[in-house]
T-cell receptor, first 114, second 112 residues
Framework: EPEVTQTPSHQVTQMGQEVILRCVPI?????FYWYRQILGQKVEFLVS????????KSEIFDDQFSVERPDGSNFTLKIRSTKLEDSAMYFC????????????FGPGTRLTVT | SQQGEEDPQALSIQEGENATMNCSYK?????LQWYRQNSGRGLVHLIL?????REKHSGRLRVTLDTSKKSSSLLITASRAADTASYFC????????????FGKGTRLSVIA
């Protein structure tokens, strides 16, 4: 069964460093999302992407964040200068669209900023 | 903003019993989805119920939706130790294909 994949599973970085989190959505899906979950808290929406552009973003998704779909399969989230409070689990999700609204999530990348 | 909120926050039952978790939300929705998360792991999609549906089944799962009360319930029948996880409801907006808003989840423990 097709699934969303994410790499790496765990990323440790120093404060101020740039990180890129990678996702491969399900191949025929058209809508892509990034969410994050700080330990012990709710899953929070960051950004959605459709037709090669951002369709929605939350207040969390400030200028330090960017997303890209560099080719037909990858979907990346970049954090330019990480802060301690960026430590969280980051989930990528995708859905097919066209009335098919189930969002399927990847296994997540645990980002630890030290 | 709309928000899925589950109750109870934690539920502990014996294997073989049924587990019921509830979710409430604030604004109109297109769909409501339930997810499971094992500790520190990813979110597994369980079931989606559309706003024009009242009940849906999938295996041992039964989901109901009452849009007049803005609430949903997830029933797991004949629970197993492997059902131990956190369960979240997530709502989207009226138009679908939109960001999901998650509740805080219910932590279910099934004791063998």
């Amino acid at each position: 069964e097709p699934e969303v994949t994410q790499t790496p599973s765990h990323q440790v970085t120093q404060m101020g460093q740039e990180v890129i989190l990678r996702c491969v959505p399900i191949s025929n899906h058209l809508y892509f999302y990034w969410y994050r979950q700080i330990l012990g808290q709710k899953v929070e929406f960051l950004v959605s992407f459709y037709n090669n552009e951002i369709s929605e973003k939350s207040e969390i998704f400030d200028d330090q964040f960017s997303v890209e779909r560099p080719d037909g399969s990858n979907f990346t989230l970049k954090i330019r200068s990480t802060k301690l409070e960026d430590s969280a689990m980051y989930f990528c999700a995708s859905n097919l669209g066209g009335g098919d609204y189930e969002q399927y999530f990847g296994p997540g990348t645990r980002l630890t900023v030290t | 903003s709309q928000q899925g909120e589950e109750d109870p926050q934690a539920l502990s039952i014996q294997e073989g019993e049924n587990a019921t978790m509830n979710c409430s939300y604030k604004t109109s929705i297109n769909n409501l989805q339930w997810y499971r998360q094992n500790s520190g792991r990813g979110l597994v999609h369980l079931i989606l119920i559309r706003s024009n549906e009242r009940e849906k089944h999938s295996g041992r799962l039964r989901v109901t939706l009452d849009t007049s009360k803005k609430s949903s319930s997830l029933l797991i029948t004949a629970s197993r130790a492997a059902d131990t996880a956190s369960y979240f409801c997530a709502t989207d907006s009226n138009s679908g294909n939109t960001p999901l808003v998650f509740g805080k989840g219910t932590r279910l423990s099934v004791i063998a």
